[in-house]
Every structure is written in structure tokens, then in C-alpha cells.
């Protein structure tokens, strides 16, 4: 999983603000969501849904700084790359993986695995 081109092929495909607008909408109506829940709750299935929908909410805020970074840069279809040239198989991939999301705190994992081996790769060099 690449978050960084899931968030390039979205932008592509529905355009920018759209995408950053979607972003900040799963960052801040999920953990506040999953806090209402927190505070409401008693049971321990109650605390599990409200983590559950926190930790959603963390799981985009990679996907919203990459946006941010990408529409800065004007850069998704760079990002991208070759793989645009069949944009059909470049879709069923991206959502694909877009199912990832709904694995909590599945997203930062890659994200930070991604710029750590990035900077190893840099340092090598």
C-alpha cells in the first residue's frame, strides 16, 4: 500500500478540493465521532467502537498531508506515473487498497515504513 499515490490517484480522478475536503471530513468527523462514543459509552464494546473510529480518523491524517503535499506540488499525475496510461487498472488497484482504511492505524504504518525507507534509501546513496 502506497498512501501517498492513493491519495495522487483520487486527486486525478475527483479533483482536488474534493479530495481534501474528504480528507479532513474523515479525520475530524471520525475521531470526534469515536470521542462522543468514548464519552458516552459504558460498555466495553462502547470503548472498542469509539478507538475503532478514532483510530479511522488517524488513519487519514497521512492521506490529507499527502494531499496537501501533492496539489501544493501540482504533482499527482506525476506521482502516478505510467500507471495512468490504463487508468481502468489503476482504478480497481487504488480501491483495492482503499479497503485498507478501514484496518485501524493501518495507514500511518505504511506511511512512516514508507519515508523511513525513503530516508534509508537516501542515506545510502
Known amino acids: 500500500m502506497n498512501p501517498r499515490k492513493l491519495a495522487a490517484i483520487d486527486i486525478v480522478f475527483l479533483g ?3 479530495i481534501i475536503s474528504e480528507f479532513a471530513a474523515g479525520v475530524l468527523l471520525s475521531i470526534a465521532f469515536g470521542a462522543f462514543i ?9 470503548l472498542a467502537l469509539g478507538v475503532y473510529f478514532i483510530s479511522l480518523g488517524i ?3 497521512p492521506l490529507l498531508v499527502y494531499a496537501n503535499a501533492i496539489t501544493r ?5 506525476t506521482e502516478l506515473g505510467d500507471e ?3 487508468k481502468r487498472r489503476a482504478m480497481v488497484k487504488y480501491r483495492r ?12 504504518i505504511f506511511a512512516l515504513a514508507r519515508d523511513w525507507h525513503k530516508k534509508i534509501n537516501a542515506t545510502s546513496t
Open 16 to 18: 482536488s478540493k474534493f
Open 38 to 46: 468514548l464519552m458516552r459509552g459504558h460498555s466495553i464494546w462502547q
Open 73 to 77: 506540488g501540482q504533482s499527482a499525475r
Open 59 to 61: 488513519n487519514y491524517i
Open 97 to 108: 487498497q482503499s479497503v485498507l482504511l478501514l484496518i485501524p492505524l493501518l495507514v500511518p
Open 84 to 86: 495512468l496510461n490504463d
